[in-house]
């Protein structure tokens, strides 16, 4: 095992900047989820750090070994793909052998440890299966028991899960998660899914614009993401703009006293769907637009949502939308009214 | 993401590295001799006399030859195209019992000899054959041998499978719900072919027409055996002018004449740029169907006259070899032992075929390895370059085979290159057609690796030779079996270049055939055809084994 350490590393393609100044450290050991959504550079930043790519400016480093300009082949740096990459000519044994024999393994040896990694990824007995013949999940624990088998001071992930159904991925995750734990081996794991990132990662690297926006422990950047654009990236809905006034911040949804915390003027406000209270006599007043279910949890679309008693409202659908956990008998078209538990709510700059 | 990297991880040593062999090869074996055979014809006392080219063009038996090659071609390819859409139909949409077994028997008559061709549909269309017997029946006396309809026939067989598998894999790549959304919008069933589907066909349709106007522009082999004296494509009339009148001033210019014509049908079918589907939709759907209703008979409408088409050529000829005077009996293979009384064959015929076995061995190895190479290069070259160089590789196909052998026959007879007697002539000829389908089948195997698979091996410790042959080479296996079986079976039936070139007494089979039935007598007949029998067992064998070992989808046109 290593620690992995980026610094400074750029990368353009045509013209195009992809990857901006990116700094990220890994500890050895540890599991860092790369969060971002499609564009933001990860997948090149992942290709940088496998030695895949070539960046334009900055390093890469293995503990204290500079590797910027070592090849894939010596870097010692797993890599499971997206679509899984396993070979079509060669058995499962021979796809996890398959690093071992590069590495000058004999056979003897080589047929002990990759049986040993099909059993941590729980695939024994699949040595002389054709890879063809693999559903999506067993792909993915074959690509992954073909990473870890020659030991690598790294393993990457590029959207480990993505390919598979909904079940089988929250599964995965969880099993993937007690692996890391259990090897103590040092993860990097791309994604594009706030979920996937907070299960798998002790810390959690947003990549936005090819710049790292925030880096924390998944509680930490979920609940409070540094931007209105983490927000929106790692899952949360109820985001608005406001002005710090006299007395709280200045939005849509009216003026809130909210602490200001050291921001001044032009904010952005996250209002968790826990911070909303439906309650009779609330300042608020919205229209239920629709009534859909997360996790099991009943959640209205409330629109419209404005003072209970502004005149100057044109219409009952005139105003920000918010997303409310839904009480008991509320149907769609009922006018509710609610109140914003202002301590809950959280201020981001913009 | 990746293609701006792709020169940064190739250099550009190796790919020059790859073509080297490729442009030495055909620069001795086709430019050489087919740039001797044009200024050989065209320089009069060392000094070009281009004069001569406007002579000939337009003198009275050029057009008329040139006429018949062009409407014989056009007529063909649109009999082609219409006899096989239905085919076409079959493999890009039913699944039917028997569909890999009638797959299979398609690809037969694209890769039989010309000369077995040419012979087959002799006994099918001469006095004793079945058309004769059916006119027979009506009341008519019918006899199309030395007819244009005979040579039109014949190229419809012959053909007949790269219009079916072409266009049949394009129509698979049709999303039928695109169909089905037709359906729904108030389209019937012609209307969607019309405006959904065949819009989609275009593109597969125009290469494959283009690759049928190709072959029967330059058609030698069938014509020369089933159109008699007086029927004659450009080919055959190279041909004519270069052995027997010696006339090489015109057969120069009749080359150059084809030489357009080739250049313009390639340049259409790389406008065409036909796809290979997958018989998957994006949703991972099968777009087979079984047969309901009315479909039934369209179905087996189609299944018939497939069979029939290739069927009754291919029988008639193996009857007519086991038909002799005395009755139902192996005279004629007999024969094939000995060079006999009444028999025109300077050698036992037997001998023709082991000939033919040790070239075809020879060629195929050849071309192999420098089509091989060549699409290696080609691989490895992006934009412009790559088509321009695709291009130039695909010229052998068109440059009329029988250019190619005599040019070999004026070019390298005397030092630094006297080939004349060389026993690698000949194999170094058919090499120099085969490449063409070597690289067409290898280049598409090559392009469909994917990067990501050899990333992953980078990743997992294999340095950059490694990943090639743990990667390449193994994932190259089977269309490489494929490619050579595919060369293998195209020297065996090679006519047209070695027909030049092959000694008196060392014939190939199709030679041996193509003198064989020069002759008169009942036993020169007999024995062409128990020669042609033999040499279609030959060549279905080795297709046997390609499909077997090898990847089927050769010569991916």
Sequence with gaps: MSSLTVRGVSKAFGGLTVLDGVDLAVEDGSTLALLGPSGSGKSTLLRIVAGLDQPDAGSVHLDDDDVT???????????????????????????????????GVDRRERSVRVRDALDVVGLSGYEHRDPATLSGGEAQRVALARALAPRPAVVLLDEPLAALDQLLRERLLVELRSLFDDLDVTVVAVTHDPTEAAALGDRIAVLLDGRIAQVGAPGAVIAAPASAEVAGLVGQRNVFDGRVVEGGVETSLGLLAVDPAGHAGPVALLVPPSAVVPTPDGPLRGRVRGLLYR????????????????????????????????EPGWVVGDEVTLRIHAASVHLMVR | MNAPDRSARTPRAVTAAAFAVPVAFLGVFFAVPVATLISTGLREGGRWDLGAVGE????????????????????????????????????????????????????????????????????????DGPVAALGGVLGFDVDLRRTATAVILAHVFFNYAVVARTVGAAWMAVDPAAEDAARTLGADRWTTFRTVTLPQLRPALAGAASIVFLFTFTSFGVVKILGGPRIATIEVEIHRLTTQLLDLR????????????VIAALALYRRAGARRGSARTRAGRSVLHRPAGAERWGVAATI?????????????????????????????????????????????????VRNSLVIGAAAA????????????????????????????????????????????????????????TSPLLIPAAQAVIAIPFVVRTLLPALDAVPARLREAAAALG????????????????????????????ISLGEFGATVFIARADAPTVPVAIFRALSQPGALNVGQAMALSTVLLALTAAVMLLVDRVGDARVGGF
């Excluded at chain 2, 040139?66 to 071609?73: K, V, Y």
């Excluded at chain 2, 018939?304 to 290739?310: M, N, P, R």
């Excluded at chain 2, 007519?320 to 192996?330: E, H, I, K, M, Q």
């Design chain 2, 250 to 261: 015109t057969a120069s210019v009749l080359s150059l004449l084809q030489l357009a014509a």
């Design chain 2, 304 to 352: 018939t006259s497939a069979a029939l088409l290739v069927g009754v050529p291919i029988a008639t000829l193996v009857w007519r070899s086991f038909d002799t005077a005395g009755g139902p009996g192996l005279g004629y293979y007999r024969a094939l032992g000995s060079t006999g009384r009444g028999s025109a064959l300077f050698v036992p015929p037997a001998e023709a």
């Design chain 2, 462 to 489: 294999a340095p950059p030779h490694r990943v090639w042959w743990e990667v390449d080479a193994r994932l190259l296996r089977r269309p490489a079996l494929g490619a050579l079986g595919f060369a293998y079976a």
């Design chain 2, 365 to 420: 190895t050849t071309a192999l390895i420098v089509g091989g190479l060549a699409a290696v290069g080609l691989h490895r070259l992006g934009g412009r370059a790559r088509g321009v160089a695709d291009s130039s590789l695909m010229l052998p196909l068109g440059v009329s085979a029988v250019t190619v052998g005599f040019g070999f026959l004026i070019a390298l007879d005397e030092p630094p290159l006297d080939l004349r």
């Design chain 2, 56 to 127: 000939v063009l337009t003198s009275p038996s050029t057009r008329s030859v040139a006429w018949f090659t062009l409407w014989q071609a056009v007529v063909s390819t649109a009999a082609t195209v219409v006899a096989a859409l239905p085919a076409a139909w079959l493999i890009g949409r039913i699944r039917f019992p028997g569909r890999s077994l009638l797959m299979a028997a398609l690809i037969v008559p694209f890769v039989l000899p010309t000369v077995v061709v040419g012979t087959a549909f002799l006994a099918v269309l001469g006095p």
């Design chain 1, 69 to 103: 300009h070592r090849p894939a082949h010596r870097r010692g740096v797993g890599v499971v793909f997206q679509d899984q990459a396993l070979f079509p000519h060669l058995d499962v044994a021979g796809n996890v052998g398959f690093g071992l024999r590069m590495a």
């Design chain 1, 295 to 326: 996790s099991g949890t009943p959640v209205a679309i409330v629109a419209g949502v404005g003072p209970r008693d502004d005149p100057d409202r044109m219409s009952p659908t005139d105003g920000p939308t918010l997303d409310v956990l839904a």
